[in-house]
C-alpha cells in the first residue's frame, strides 16, 4: 500500500525556527503545511521534467551516427529515468501516491517545460538539447543542491549532479565536432534558432510575476527565476560565440547582464519550430495558455510511459 497520509506537521514558527538555526528538514515531521505542499510541487516539477526527458530524447537517439553515439544517448536517458526515480520516491515519502501520479493522470496536467513538447527530430537536435536543457536542469538542480534545506534531496543531488555535468558535456562536445564542417555548422544553426528561446523560457514565470514565493522564502532553492536565466546564459551565450552560432542576446556591459536581442516573451509556432518575432503582442500570459494547452508532442511521449501499465492491466482483466 502506498502512503496516502502524513504525520501531524509542525507550525510555521516551529519550522522557521529550524531553518534559521541551519538545521535541515529531514521528513514530513519536521514540515509545515505549506513547506509540504511547496515540497511536493517543486518535486513533482523536478519528477516529471526527468521522466518526460527519455522518451523525448529517445524519439531522436534512434537517428544517432552510429552505435557508439547511440550508446552514449541511452546512458543519458536511464540517468534521467534514475533522477525521476529520486524525485517520485521522495514523493512517496512525502505521502503522494505516485502510482496513481504517474500513471493516472492526463498528459495535460504533466508539469515540466514545454520545449519538451516539442520533437527532437534528429542527432544535432538530441545534443543541442543536452547542451541547452541539460544545462538548464543542471542550473536549476545545481542551485537546489546548494540551497535546499530538505536534506534527503540534498544528499540525493549529488550523484544527480554529476550526472547532468556529463550530460551538458555530451551535447558541447559533439556540438564542438559536428561545428567543424559548413554543413554541421549549418544545422547546429538551424536547431539553434528554436531552441535557444525555448530554453531561456525553461526559468519561468519573470520575477515579478512568480506566483510561489516559499521556494525562496523556505530555501528550496537559492535563486529567482530571472536570476537562474542569467546564471544559464552566463554560460550558454559564450558556448554559442564560441562555435559562431548566432543567438539573440548579448551581454550588456553597461547593465551587468545579458540581454535579449529580441521580442521576449514571443509566440512560437510549434509544428514549424519557428519564432515569430515580428509579431511584438505576445505577453506572459499569452505563454502560459500555451505551456497549459501542452505541444504536439505531450500526448504520445506522456502515452509511451504510461502505456506497459495500461498493457498489464488490459492483460489481466482478460485473465480474470
Known sequence: MLPTSTPPLQSEEALLTRIRKQQLVESVEHMSPIYLEGMKRILTVSADTELISAPAYYHAAIHAPSLNTFGSA??????ELGHAHIAYRLLRDLGVDTEKLIFEREPRQFKYPYAFDVPLDSWVELVVANAFYDRAGYTLLGDVYQSTTFGPWKRALVKVDKEETFHLRHGEQNMRKINKTPEGHAELQRAVDWMFLLTVEWFGLPDDMKKHS??????????????LRQIWMSTAVPFCQELALTIPAHYEESQQKYVLDCTFPAHFDAQAKHWLLADSSCTWQDVMKRWKARGPKNDEFVGMIQRGKKEMLRQLEQTL
Open 74 to 79: 541511452i546512458s543519458i536517458i536511464q540517468d
Open 214 to 227: 516559499e521556494q525562496l522564502a523556505y530555501g528550496f532553492k537559492g535563486h529567482s527565476n530571472d536570476e
